[in-house]
């Protein structure tokens, strides 16, 4: 029974550490912008076609690295992030999920070596400590054996806040590598998971403490509506983006990044900017949790997420391929995972590579 009572203690303890405001999320994460600046000085930054081909170094998901002998490369990824939900086992194989589409992301669909980062706050009590990290531990290696690796824990560090993410890497021959910089005019952009998990997370958590964002909440939504809008986040952040990666070689894909802290957009143009050719992305389509536009109108977030601008975790892969293999894409990974994919956008040639999100595009409830 103690046990018992300090895992919920715990658990709400988790939810203190944890819950930060999607603004305040911003404010912790270097926006893109800045770090942008701060990667113009190392010599390494991609400008963005100086790097040798078959090398990607600092700019994008994952390094890929040539190594000496026998024609290999080595395909590598550090992610760590702030916990962002109560159940510490999801919170591991959040963390997983979201470390490994990295990785996914170049097409590589095994991971070699998984280590796992994670850090114990400092106000943990001991017994705290003892309940709380081998559960997140827990969860992280469940989503590890989902991928088909294994997890080294080398220890633990003592943080002010609770960190969680792991170094991925993957060493390969460079043909099972999908560089991120082949997009062409008239090929169309897939999203393979919806938009919205920050807000749909944090309004479970709102509801939970009462808060004042969810007293105007619950002026238009029923705890039931809230719980499931949370799981539906949840299911898709755990879920690997291990199967699109490997169709990603299937339907010869020519460019692909993860969504997550930056946003659709954000990500999208850091894409862009990758790209061989001078590229605009247009997006007309935006999939989002269902509900999650309502909770963005009440709240006064609309416009953001609207824009492609909201923060995501563990988000979908967006995907460059040619029109023809698009749809083909989309009913094979349905078919594979019983989840859809979504045709969101194209490309065109421009003069200023950029990205677009039309204005009142195609909403799409999920």
Partial sequence: ?????????????????RNIEESDLEMLEVPQGVLTKLLAG??????????????????????????????????????????????PVVMGRIAFANMASDIYATGVDVLDKVSMICSCPEEFSEVERDVIIPLIVKGFREAAVEAGCEVTVRGF??????????VATSICR????????NAVPGDVLVLTKPLGTQLATNAYLWMLDDSDSWRKLKESFEEDEILQIYRKAVDSMTFLNRTAAQLMHKYSA????????????????????????????????????????????????????????AVETSGGLLIALKREFAMEFCQEFKEKTSRKAWIVGFVEDSVSPDVEVVEGCTVIDV
């Fill in 1 to 17: 029974m103690a046990n018992e009572a300090s895992a919920e203690n715990s658990s709400a303890e988790l939810v203190e550490v």
């Fill in 42 to 87: 190392v010599d390494l930054l991609p400008g963005r076609n100086t790097l040798p081909a078959g090398r990607i170094e600092v700019g994008m998901d994952s390094a890929v690295i040539p190594l000496a002998r026998n024609n290999l490369v080595l395909v590598q990824s550090v992610d760590f992030f702030y916990p962002l939900v109560d159940d």
């Fill in 157 to 166: 560090a003592v943080n002010p806040w609770c960190i969680l993410g792991g």
């Fill in 174 to 181: 460079p043909e099972e590598v999908i560089y991120p910089g």
């Fill in 254 to 309: 020519h460019a692909a990044t993860d969504i997550t802290g930056f946003g659709l957009v954000g990500h999208a143009r850091n894409l862009v900017g990758f790209q061989k050719n001078s590229l605009k992305f247009i997006v007309n389509i935006l999939p989002i949790f269902g509900n999650v536009e309502k909770m963005a109108r009440i709240l006064g977030r609309e416009k953001k997420l609207l824009a492609g601008e």
